[in-house]
């Protein structure tokens, strides 16, 4: 690859534009439906947004060790929005580590950060000597190519056929590929081959299909297979591979049915089962007939650890004869007591299995919750005869004291997450409206918080370095910067660790952001339950939280309230590019952690199913009357703005609250949970909100005429003849999990109602709107919408 220079560090080019062009009037030829009124708010706010585009984000990172315990090298990438091109670009910055002997440390950055256009995954090898990019094939005619890099070039490329496998899985849920430690092999997730479809030509249906091109005929669909929904529905199902990057052969591990989907594969120590891997199981556990039901964001799909032979090693261990060629011996499922089983991660010494487990999501119903942490005990011999032994870690926190350990909120482990005890694992979670860098002892179960104790901003784990952290921090009002972390030895303080800033290869934004940015700060909040009913758990009683961001003149600015998805995820205090975005223009942002929210325990995340649309709405109207009691906030001038639940809420707030908001903004948000419920790709999510936990036993694909009555009595548009608040919305053509017709429906109805409204359809956007021109025009309308309405 060239070191050319990428976007971020080149210099803006002067615009080539006409000067006609330029200078046009502004009403000629103005974009249906702009406000001409509005159009130089339009201009200024796309350039200002443009400032922040630019910034560049911090993904993965990758340290090596050396002989030498003071130097070691790091890889960190890096993404950019790439607006024209409508695409992020990556980047690789290499540096070399050396640190002191008094505990300080510096990096020093290559000059050059080197673009992996093309890549869809970077996996070094174990000892750091090897690298691993994937490209990804971009149409079906095109191999998948494994590329294996040494310290300076090539050692081989493998092109894998379409008719062997389709694309690997390089993220997400089913993500996996792992190095044997000996690096010898690969093991990985990918695509299934193509099924075989119904082949027609001049004479009808051809029986004999082939799997030759004929361009005198063609294929059609077949049945239709079920996928695992949003971001899901192009791929075929996730099996398991094997390639030896001596030879460039690839084989698939035979033996696992299609009702599996295989994910997150790792290599075992010395055994004669290789492999262990997650699987998903179509059977979703509450249906008579099992379908797969959307994965994205949800933890409640049962799922279980399992080993397997590798399929090399399988072969040479049996007589070489045409007849046994290719078959593998039995899978052992090793969690055959768990419901959910994921992210497993084998203790440096072999000892142990560690995995994460959402059983508290799948037990219940609910699409995600509290986590819990568990070991195997990985027998000596390696062989897997007789019931494995399966302890708790960290059990699931149900009602957290004050200050306290509220509970495991785990989306990622890092591929070696071990200090050098070989006990001490180290990742990230949500600690109420922050995320934490935990340190957790898997022999004793203890568990201590590793990031600074005393801060608001939010701290994730970069990678390991020996016993020391490579972390990356940052606030709603403060960019992402990265941290060094040792542990400090001369303290009687368990697990005490010091921070030390790391110098930034990245250019200083702009002055005019960095000012902004300045000028605010940010607070959280704990707001107490107005009015707890007495049958709630005390969980369920305890205060929520809200991050309050504000300028130098709060208590007369105008006031966002801001309310994320889920409804069982959390808005944690890092920084947000939209969010920075829209305080830039002199709004105050409340952002809203409800009951339901992850970091809070179990109690109180499980306290809001069966009670949407009541308890959310009231924890959010207690929050802003806590602000506005204190004078933080003009009352006059408030909006509202959330995503999918975040959606739910606002179109909720502005029915049973209608003096309150004087403008709105809702991005593909659930309007109709009666209309929902027969288009969505996780219609249990209708079931089990609405009801509560009775909700998974009632779950139906023909709910009755009551069911969907109540499904309308709990959705926002049986509060819609209230609303008078102008509203926006942001709608993706192809969201599955909260179809286009939702919020087409309450906006079309709105508008019949003579309720200022607008809205906007991506054509080619699912639910996350996260295509980078759909994210640019999203927040820019919002911001215009907002300003407009809130303007004195």
Known sequence: SSARAPTFLRRSRVSRRPKAMASAHPSQGLPSGMDPSMVDEYASQSKLLQEFVKIPSIGKAWVFTSKDENASRAMVSVSQSDLLANKKRSFLLNTHISKSSSKSVSFQWSPFPVEMSGVSAVVPSPSGKKLLLVRNAEDDDSPTKLEIWGPCQLENEIHVARSVHGSLYADGWFEGISWNQEETLIAYVAEEPPQPKPEFN?????????????????????????????TYSNK???????????????????GIPRSLSAGQVIWAPSSSYSLVFVAWSDDNGFQETPRKLGIKYCYNRPCALYAAA?????????????SNKGDTAALVKLTADLSSAFFPRFSPDGKYLVFISAKSAVDSGAHNATNSMHKIDWPTDGKLEGSLSVSDVVPTVMSPQDGC????????????????????????????????????NVASGEVSRVSPQDSDYSWNVLALDNNN????????????????????????????????????????????????????????????????????????????????????????????????????????????????????????????????????????????PGNIGSQDVNDVLTALDFVKKRGLIDASRVAVVGG???????????????????????????????????????????????????????????????????????????????????????????????????????????????VDTKIIVFPEDIHGLDKPQSDFESFLNIGVWFKKYMSK
């Open 236 to 254: 075929r199902i996730p099996a398991l591979f094997v390639a030896n990057i001596s030879s460039g052969e690839v084989r698939a591990l035979k």
């Open 469 to 608: 952290i490579l972390a990356v921090s940052s606030s709603l009002v403060t960019l992402p910067q990265m941290y060094y972390g040792f542990e400090d030895s001369h303290t009687d303080k368990p697990c005490q660790w010091d921070w030390q800033e790391i110098s930034s290869p990245f250019p200083k934004p702009s002055d005019k952001v960095s000012s902004l940015l300045a000028d605010h700060k940010f607070s959280v909040i704990k707001i107490p339950v107005s009015n707890p009913s007495d049958k709630l758990p005390d969980g369920a009683k305890l205060p929520f939280e809200a991050i309050f961001v504000s300028g130098k003149d709060s208590a007369s600015s105008p006031t966002i309230v801001v309310l994320h998805g889920g409804p069982h995820s959390v808005y944690p205090s890092s920084y947000s590019r939209s969010l920075a975005f829209l305080y830039a223009q002199g709004y105050n942002l409340l952002v809203v952690n409800y009951r339901g929210s992850l970091g809070f325990g179990e109690e109180a995340l499980q306290s809001l």
């Open 644 to 754: 999918s639940h975040g959606g739910f809420l606002t179109t909720h707030l502005i029915g049973q609250a209608p003096e309150t908001f004087v403008a709105a903004a809702a991005r593909n948000p659930v309007c109709n949970l009666q209309l929902m419920v027969g288009t969505t790709d996780i219609p249990d999510w209708c079931f089990l909100e609405v009801y509560g936990k009775e909700g998974k036993n009632c779950f139906t694909e023909s709910p009755l005429a009551d069911t969907l009555t109540q499904f309308y009595q709990k959705s926002p548009i049986s509060h819609i003849s209230k609303v008078k608040t102008p509203t926006l919305f942001l709608l993706g053509a192809k969201d599955l999990r909260v179809p286009v017709s939702n919020g087409l429906q309450y906006a079309r109805a709105l508008k019949e109602r003579g």
């Open 202 to 230: 001049d004479s009808g249906y051809k029986k004999e299909g082939s799997s030759q091109k004929d361009f005198r005929s063609w294929k059609g669909q077949g049945d239709i297979e079920d996928s695992w929904g949003e």
């Open 405 to 440: 350990f509220p509970g495991m909120y785990c989306s990622g482990l890092l591929r070696f997450p071990w200090l050098s005890d070989g006990r001490t694992m180290i990742l990230s979670s949500a600690w109420g409206s922050k995320e934490v860098i935990l340190s957790i």
């Open 310 to 322: 590798d399929p090399f090693k399988e072969e040479a261990d049996k007589p070489s004869t045409d």
